[in-house]
C-alpha cells in the first residue's frame, strides 16, 4: 500500500528578540505562549513541557498531575534548531508508536542582534492516522501561523520588560 504525501506546513514569523531569548521562551517557556485549550489530555491543562535534550519528552501536564505525551525531542541544538515529534493523529490523540509521528522542525536565526527569524515546518503529515485532517487542521487558521504569531506576541510583551542592554543580545 502506498500513502500519498501529504505536503508540509511551514510558517515564518520575525520575532522582536535575540535568538537566545527566542529559543529559550520556545522551548522553556512553553506554556507561556502556547494556548490553554489546545491540549488533548483529560484533565484540565496546567503546563506543556519540552525536556531539554535529544530522546527527552514532549508532554502536556494536567492540574491533577497527570501527563499526557505529545511527542519527543529529536534534535536539541540550542540556540539554532529544535526538532520534535508530533504523534497526535488527525483524531487529535496521542500515538506512542514513533513510525506513526510526523516531525517538526525550528530553526532560529538571527537577523540582527534584536530580531530572530523563527522557520517552522511540520512535515511527514502521510505518516500520521488521518494524517490529512492534521494537515487541515494545523494549516488553517488556529494553526501553526496563529501560534507563531501569539509566540511573537509573547516575546513583544518580554521586550517591554527586559533591560535595553539584553534586547540588544548584550
Same mark, same amino acid.
Given at each position: 500500500?502506498?500513502? =500519498?504525501?501529504?505536503?508540509?506546513?511551514?510558517?515564518?514569523?520575525?520575532? +522582536?528578540?535575540?535568538?537566545?531569548?527566542?529559543? #529559550?521562551?520556545?522551548?522553556?517557556?512553553?506554556?507561556?505562549? *502556547?494556548? &490553554?485549550?489546545?491540549?488533548?489530555?483529560?484533565?484540565?491543562? &496546567?503546563?506543556?513541557?519540552?525536556?531539554?535534550?535529544?530522546?527527552?519528552? *514532549?508532554?502536556?501536564?494536567?492540574?491533577?498531575?497527570?501527563?499526557?505525551?505529545?511527542?519527543?525531542?529529536?534534535?536539541?541544538?540550542?540556540?539554532?534548531?529544535?526538532?520534535?515529534?508530533?504523534?497526535?493523529?488527525?483524531? *487529535?490523540?496521542?500515538?506512542?508508536?514513533?513510525? #506513526? +509521528?510526523?516531525?517538526?522542525? !525550528?530553526?532560529?536565526? =538571527?537577523?540582527?542582534?534584536?530580531?530572530?527569524?523563527?522557520?517552522?515546518?511540520? #512535515?511527514?503529515?502521510? #505518516?500520521? !492516522?488521518?494524517?490529512?485532517?492534521?494537515?487541515?487542521?494545523?494549516? &488553517?487558521?488556529?494553526? *501553526?501561523?496563529?501560534?507563531?504569531?501569539?509566540?511573537?506576541?509573547?516575546?513583544?510583551?518580554?521586550? +517591554?520588560?527586559?533591560? +535595553?542592554?539584553?534586547? &540588544?543580545?548584550?
Amino acid at each position: 500500500m502506498t500513502t =500519498a504525501t501529504i505536503p508540509a506546513v511551514r510558517r515564518t514569523i520575525t520575532v +522582536a528578540a535575540p535568538v537566545e531569548h527566542t529559543f #529559550r521562551t520556545f522551548t522553556e517557556s512553553f506554556t507561556t505562549w *502556547w494556548p &490553554a485549550g489546545y491540549h488533548i489530555g483529560k484533565a484540565e491543562y &496546567a503546563e506543556a513541557v519540552i525536556e531539554p535534550r535529544e530522546g527527552g519528552r *514532549w508532554f502536556e501536564r494536567g492540574v491533577d498531575d497527570s501527563e499526557c505525551d505529545w511527542g519527543r525531542v529529536l534534535v536539541w541544538d540550542p540556540p539554532g534548531r529544535l526538532v520534535l515529534t508530533w504523534q497526535i493523529n488527525g483524531r *487529535w490523540q496521542y500515538d506512542p508508536d514513533p513510525a #506513526r +509521528a510526523s516531525e517538526i522542525e !525550528v530553526r532560529f536565526t =538571527a537577523v540582527d542582534a534584536g530580531r530572530t527569524r523563527v522557520d517552522l515546518e511540520h #512535515r511527514l503529515l502521510e #505518516r500520521l !492516522v488521518d494524517g490529512a485532517a492534521m494537515h487541515e487542521s494545523i494549516s &488553517a487558521e488556529g494553526g *501553526w501561523g496563529t501560534l507563531l504569531q501569539t509566540f511573537a506576541a509573547k516575546l513583544a510583551g518580554d521586550s +517591554a520588560e527586559r533591560p +535595553a542592554d539584553e534586547q &540588544a543580545g548584550g
